[in-house]
């Protein structure tokens, strides 16, 4: 009898887990991957409702509209050509749903409803970008340079794409580097090894910031479209960077612009100079294309990336005073640095569209997103690339929920239109606060802002990213351990070197967060087949 | 009239049963991560081959003339 109703009892806790889900303690998601490979013996159960929402709404949706992209930006014999000839679209972008599936592991509810527009919306973006330089490359065109190439702007990824709003009508802008080597290094972490090899194997220091090695290698391996009739680069993020323009210079052999961003850039005098940088930029644009700058069109765009920063500033707000935020720490940093630095896209505008009804619905129903929180984390400094999902292996195995990064926080600004002076003004200061520059090596008061946005943001525990091989950051360690004492803030030092999963490795990161999770903080994990697995092989 | 429903009829039939299909035909892949094995273990190995395989030009054998183009000072 015992054992009927023990039975009965055991029948009915799986239909509910089968119904709902498995409860957060109970998943063991670590058991779901193959050794090694990352790859799942199968995806996770959600429960009815959340499994096919994944399913159709985001694994089938994405997979169609990324065809649908493929077509619209340039067509399926455009991509695959580009396939082809480039290893870091086909090696990386093949592989872009288990991208999805690293970040919304564990994720049920509302935020798999709202953090998957995120990624929708860089898939898509990035989609565009690579679809343009393939339509535009000489390389695949028997070295003709089409009405594509001669309509399109090349420029460092850490140019921000607000400095081309101007020629938006007529010409395309796109980053050199940023689909070659930034975004793949988030979708498949063994792509890049190729690049950083490929600038040691000419001669260069292994030392420097692994970002420019892997820029440069793309050169050296003869692995970048040829898209535009000049280029404009910059020294971001630091001197190494220098390094890379000068061997894109050598490379590249056309016009260049060189638009360093200062690295003291509080002072009055140095904002001045920027400005005049700028305006000399749009001179050498004018001059390249024949085609005068237009405020008209800038100011369009400028209004319209002030849309996406408003939405910014509410879903901030949700995030700092509510438990009802629908977006994982991963969605939240890819998608804001994406976005910032690319500038005004219609495909963001669409998403956040999304992202919005999502967000008022949690508001509006109070719900709480991520039940399983023990500590609201703020991650801080440059993260690691090949491990940008960690924030979502983080709330499943030990509740630490990341709230907020400092990538997103850089480019908090609105930036007036009411004038031309005001304007330049404003975007001056945002072409300054670039990538790594503003918080990371920008200055001690910036740095530290850590502490004022701890509070904004109501958290209590600090991921300080430990990017190895960033000199500018190295240099302020101690004082980080300084502050941390005396302000009494528990915070884990995450070694990385940003793109390269060789020097720290994603199971030496979650080994490092487990022991200070256990000797230090003394908690048991929300999820132990998390804490130790082999995914050395996988993407 | 009654033939041509019946047609129709079947046809919808047809149509739904192949949805159905193929519906649980696309969940096993998702659910079973079919795509990303193919990827893994077919589709990635054969482009790298092909990428490592790959005639590349010796960038290094270009040469530098840094004064080719003018310093663009405004």
New interface residues.
């Given amino acids: 009898m015992a054992k009927k109703i023990k039975n009965k009892e055991e029948l009915k806790k799986l239909a509910k887990d089968f119904w709902y889900g498995k409860p957060h303690g109970e998943r063991r998601l670590g058991e779901l991957y193959i050794d090694k490979t990352g790859l799942y013996k199968h995806r996770e159960w959600r429960g009815v409702s959340d499994t096919l929402y994944y399913f159709y709404n985001v694994w089938l949706y994405n997979y169609g509209m990324m065809v649908y992209d493929l077509i619209r930006y340039g067509g399926l014999v455009n991509f695959a050509k580009g396939v082809w000839r480039y290893r870091w679209v086909g090696q990386t972008y093949l592989t872009v749903m288990h991208w999805f599936d690293r970040g919304m592991e564990g994720m049920r509810g509302e935020v798999l409803r709202a953090a998957p527009w995120h990624y929708r919306g860089m898939v898509s973006e990035t989609i565009r970008q690579f679809q343009h330089m393939f339509a535009a490359d000489a390389n695949l065109h028997g070295g003709k340079h089409n009405d594509a190439w001669h309509h399109t702007m090349a420029h460092n990824e850490t140019v921000w794409g607000g400095i081309f709003y101007p020629w938006r009508d007529k010409f395309e802008n796109v980053a050199m580097e940023m689909i070659p080597y930034f975004v793949t290094c988030h979708v498949n972490s063994h792509t890049v090894q190729n690049y950083i090899d490929a600038v040691q194997s000419i001669g260069l220091p292994g030392d420097p910031c692994p970002m420019c090695q892997a820029e440069a290698g793309l050169f050296v391996l003869d692995d970048m479209p040829d898209y535009s009739p000049f280029v404009i680069t910059s020294n971001e993020a630091c001197d190494a960077s220098v390094s890379t323009s000068i061997l894109q210079d050598w490379f590249l052999d056309k016009p260049l612009f060189a638009m360093p961003q200062p690295m003291q850039f509080d002072d009055p005098l140095v904002h001045k100079h920027c400005m005049k940088e700028i305006e000399e930029c749009w001179k050498f644009i004018e001059e390249q294309t024949g085609v005068p700058f237009n405020w008209e069109l800038l100011k369009k765009h400028l209004e319209q990336q002030n849309e996406l920063q408003e939405f910014e500033h509410e879903k901030w707000e949700v995030a700092a005073k509510t438990n009802s935020y629908p977006i994982n720490g991963v969605a939240q940093a890819l998608y804001r640095i994406y976005y910032s630095q690319d500038g005004d896209h219609e495909i963001w505008h669409h998403c956040d569209k999304k992202v919005r009804k999502v967000l008022e619905r949690c508001v509006r129903n109070k719900t709480n997103t991520f039940p399983n929180t023990r500590h609201r984390v703020i991650a801080w400094s440059c993260a690691p690339l090949f491990f940008s999902n960690w924030p979502t292996w983080a709330y499943n195995c030990w509740g630490l929920n990341v709230i907020i990064n400092m990538d997103s926080l850089m480019f908090d600004m609105t930036i007036r239109t009411d004038s031309y002076e005001h304007a330049l003004e404003d975007m001056a200061t945002y072409h300054m606060w670039a990538p790594m520059r503003r918080m990371a090596v920008g200055g001690m008061h910036h740095i530290f802002e850590l502490w004022e946005n701890m509070e904004k943001f109501n958290c209590d525990f600090v991921m300080m990213y430990d990017q190895l091989q960033c000199k500018g950051m190295q240099g302020v360690h101690g004082l980080f351990e300084d502050e941390f004492r005396d302000r009494n803030i528990h915070a884990i030092w995450m070694p990385h070197a940003l793109p390269d999963s060789r020097t720290v490795t994603r199971a030496e990161i979650r080994r490092i967060v487990n022991d200070y999770m256990t000797t230090v903080m003394h908690e048991e994990p929300l999820d132990p087949s998390l804490l130790d697995f082999d995914d050395s092989m996988g993407w | 009239m009654k033939k041509c429903k019946c047609k129709l009829g079947k046809l919808l039939l047809k149509l739904v049963g192949g949805l159905l299909v193929a519906n649980v035909a696309?969940?096993l892949v998702?659910?079973?991560?079919l795509?990303?094995?193919l990827?893994?273990y077919v589709?990635?190995p054969f482009?790298?081959k092909?990428?490592d395989n790959m005639d590349?030009?010796d960038?290094?054998k270009?040469p530098?003339?840094?004064d080719?183009?003018p310093s663009?000072?405004?």
Avoid at chain 2, 30 to 33: A, K
């Fill in positions: 696309l969940f998702f659910f079973f991560d795509d990303g094995k990827l893994f589709g990635e482009l790298k092909h990428y590349r030009k960038t290094l270009a530098y003339d840094v080719k183009y663009y000072e405004y």
